[in-house]
T-cell receptor, first 116, second 113 residues
Framework: EAEVAQSPRYKITEKSQAVAFWCDPISGHATLYWYRQILGQGPELLVQFQDESVVDDSQLPKDRFSAERLKGVDSTLKIQPAELGDSAMYLC??????????????FGPGTRLTVL | GENVEQHPSTLSVQEGDSAVIKCTYSDSASNYFPWYKQELGKRPQLIIDIRSNVGEKKDQRIAVTLNKTAKHFSLHITETQPEDSAVYFCAATSGSSASKIIFGSGTRLSIRP
């Protein structure tokens, strides 16, 4: 069964450093999501792509976070500079549905970020 | 703004008993309500979902009910087993975008042997 892949699984960094996370969605899934999950809370959407275009980045802290999906397949989320409050699980999900339509979102295993 | 509230935050039940988790949503335009299970250290996985044109859906020991008038929906797990121990998240689609879902804060379910 196809799954969403993410790497790295764990990342420890010092504040003010740059970090990057990678996600490979299920093949053929047009929509890709990046979520942040703080311990004890539900996932919070950071950015949504349809193919290579950003559909929603209203909750992305754009002064330090950036995301791209250049060829409409895999995606990278970057934080520069990292802050202590960025420590969280970063989850990627993908869906067959196009923006504006509803379908199951399949999640990757996540990247657990610790900022020291 | 759009909001999904989930209760309780923790729930402990005896093995074999039933567990119920409740959620409310704020946007009357929400039309899709998935439930995800997240075991420790693992990815969230969809366990059941319901659309707004249906009042109840069952899948073996799991059922979900939806009351659109009251804007609340619930997850029911019967004959609980140790492997049901996990964190459960409810979610609802955003009224402004059907492909965006808003998650509740989660319920940590523990099954006592």
């Amino acid at each position: 069964e196809a799954e969403v892949a993410q790497s790295p699984r764990y990342k420890i960094t010092e504040k003010s450093q740059a970090v990057a996370f990678w996600c490979d969605p299920i093949s053929g899934h047009a929509t890709l999501y990046w979520y942040r999950q703080i311990l004890g809370q539900g996932p919070e959407l950071l950015v949504q792509f349809q193919d290579e275009s950003v559909v929603d980045d209203s909750q992305l802290p754009k002064d330090r976070f950036s995301a791209e999906r250049l060829k409409g397949v895999d995606s990278t989320l970057k934080i520069q500079p990292a802050e202590l409050g960025d420590s969280a699980m970063y989850l990627c999900a993908s869906s067959l549905a196009l923006a504006g339509a509803t379908d199951t979102q399949y999640f990757g295993p996540g990247t657990r970020l610790t900022v020291l | 703004g759009e909001n999904v509230e989930q209760h309780p935050s923790t729930l402990s039940v005896q093995e074999g008993d039933s567990a119920v988790i409740k959620c409310t949503y704020s946007d009357s335009a929400s039309n899709y309500f998935p439930w995800y299970k997240q075991e420790l250290g693992k990815r969230p996985q969809l366990i059941i979902d319901i659309r707004s044109n249906v009042g109840e859906k069952k899948d073996q020991r799991i059922a979900v009910t939806l009351n659109k008038t009251a804007k609340h929906f619930s997850l029911h797990i019967t004959e609980t087993q140790p492997e049901d121990s996990a964190v459960y998240f409810c979610a609802a689609t955003s009224g402004s975008s059907a492909s965006k879902i808003i998650f509740g804060s989660g319920t940590r379910l523990s099954i006592r042997p």
